[in-house]
């Protein structure tokens, strides 16, 4: 089966620096995505990891490890718009579609 | 990136009616169109799978006869919630990808059933 956890909520001072993790059970492994998503509103696309290691974009980096079935998203000096949901999600293989985790509510506070 | 349109954004029915939702890639042709569903303070779940011109791929628990998908082009993909009860308001959001990318979502509908 898979399985992907992510811890339910999360809050952080603006300004601060924060690290949301992820782990996974899946039968194969195609890639590792984050997406965020503010309440009533589809999600957006933040970082995509496939191969083990740090992908920096902006404020926001993404890590993964293959081996321990583990990614952490890091959102640096954190805004009050960063307040939000993040979404874990994988693909296990080819085209199939993304499987979500349940997301991270983060609440950041001044 | 790329863009998924999804339209209406919010739909109110009444019960027993039905309601179609449109997804429509605006710069990419979308070979495969995935359909979530989204409880409050729930994660996507995932409903089902369309390649163009083939059957849709239902997950368990998804019923086919109610919730009828067609992607009869690389554009368009669309969902119809057949004789819709209270129950199946929801946050609808379709996904497009062409081959091993990302996936693009369209902005989501919000479907209420009075």
């Known amino acids: 089966g898979q399985n992907i956890d992510q811890p339910t909520e999360m809050t952080a001072t603006e300004g601060a620096i924060v690290q949301i993790n992820c782990t996974y059970q899946t039968s194969g492994f195609n890639g590792l995505f984050w997406y965020q998503q503010h309440a009533g509103e589809a999600p957006t696309f933040l970082s995509y990891?496939?191969?083990?290691g740090l992908e920096e974009k902006g404020r926001f980096s993404s890590f993964l490890s293959r081996s321990k079935g583990y990614s952490y998203l890091l959102l640096k000096e954190l805004q009050m718009k960063d307040s939000a949901s993040y979404l874990c999600?994988?693909?296990?293989?080819?085209?199939?579609?993304?499987?979500f985790g349940k997301g991270t509510r983060l609440s950041v506070i001044a | 990136g790329a863009v998924v349109s999804q339209h209406p954004s919010r739909v109110i029915c009444k019960s027993g009616t039905s309601v179609k939702i449109e997804c429509r890639s605006l710069d990419f042709q979308a070979t495969t169109m995935f359909w979530y569903r989204q409880f409050p303070k729930q994660s996507l779940m995932l409903m089902a799978t369309s390649n163009e011109g083939s059957k849709a791929t239902y997950e368990q628990g998804v019923e086919k006869d109610k919730f009828l998908i067609n992607h009869a082009s690389l554009t368009l993909s669309t969902l119809t919630v057949t004789s819709a009860h209270p129950e199946d308001s929801s946050f609808y959001i379709c996904s497009g990808t062409q081959g091993n990318t990302e996936a693009f979502f369209g902005q989501g509908t919000r479907l209420t059933v009075v």
């Open positions: 999600a994988v693909r296990d293989s080819g085209n199939t579609p993304l499987v």
């Open positions: 990891n496939v191969l083990d």
